[in-house]
């Protein structure tokens, strides 16, 4: 299967600070990311979508302006959460999709206190 | 808006039982995939179905693609503790980037 890579794999951070998540797929080329976030013992929640090179398209409900998504090249997208709150708190998970098949980051567990 | 309706929620069973998890909607998917993921870490793909009617092994576990592409279901044989998780199934449409629909997730507790 496809590499990718998320990091951090957890962080704890008090509220007001801002938080950056990277996923990167290490052996293709994603021309497509799809950012995922996922409370306890539920599913995945699609939180937005992003092209290489484009400004990111967000689901109902997600602020743009809170969770600021870059995908910059073809192997790295990041996730900014911007002045998180403890609502915030979830685990966070990229999918970079260059093939058919998807493959998911590590997820990274987002604390805020 | 395409929907996936994942059942059960949970399940709880003891070694050596069989179990189904089904997968419905009532959109047409060009593929679903099964996912597992295990506490604190990402959906791990375990397999993808393409072809209306299509039935794929995997050891103890045996997925089924309906006849339509709306449905499917994964069936483990003969549980074991290890096969404990959350089991994802996932659909994708026609639409551009291959964006997945989730289905809520079948959370399953093998017992020894």
């Known amino acids: 299967g496809a590499v990718v890579s998320q990091h951090p794999s957890w962080v704890i951070c008090k509220s007001g600070t801002s938080v950056k998540i990277e996923c990167r797929s290490l052996?293709?080329?994603?021309?497509?990311m799809f950012w995922y976030r996922q409370f306890p013992k539920q599913s995945l929640m699609l939180m937005a979508t992003s092209n290489e090179g484009s400004k990111a398209t967000y689901e109902q409900g997600v602020e743009k302006d809170k969770f600021l998504i870059n995908h910059a090249s073809l192997t790295l997208s990041t996730l900014t959460v911007t002045s998180a709150h403890p609502e915030d708190s979830s685990f966070y998970i990229c999918?970079?999709?260059?093939?058919?098949?998807?493959?998911f980051g590590q997820g990274t567990r987002l604390t805020v206190v | 808006t395409q929907l996936l309706e994942q059942s059960p929620q949970f399940l709880s069973i003891q070694e050596g039982e069989n179990l189904t998890v089904y997968c419905n909607s009532s959109?047409?998917?060009?593929?679903l995939q099964w996912y597992r993921q295990e506490p604190g870490e990402g959906p791990v793909l375990l397999v993808t179905?393409?072809?209306?009617?299509e039935v794929k092994k995997l050891k103890r576990l045996t997925f089924q693609f309906g006849d339509a592409r709306k449905d499917s279901s994964l069936h483990i044989t003969a549980a074991q503790p290890g096969d404990t998780g959350l089991y994802l199934c996932a659909g994708a449409g026609n639409n551009a980037g291959n964006m997945l629909t989730f289905g809520g997730g079948t959370r399953l507790m093998v017992k020894p």
């Open positions: 052996d293709f080329q994603a021309t497509t």
């Open positions: 999918s970079p999709r260059g093939r058919a098949s998807a493959f």
């Open positions: 959109s047409v998917f060009s593929s």
């Open positions: 179905v393409v072809t209306g009617g």
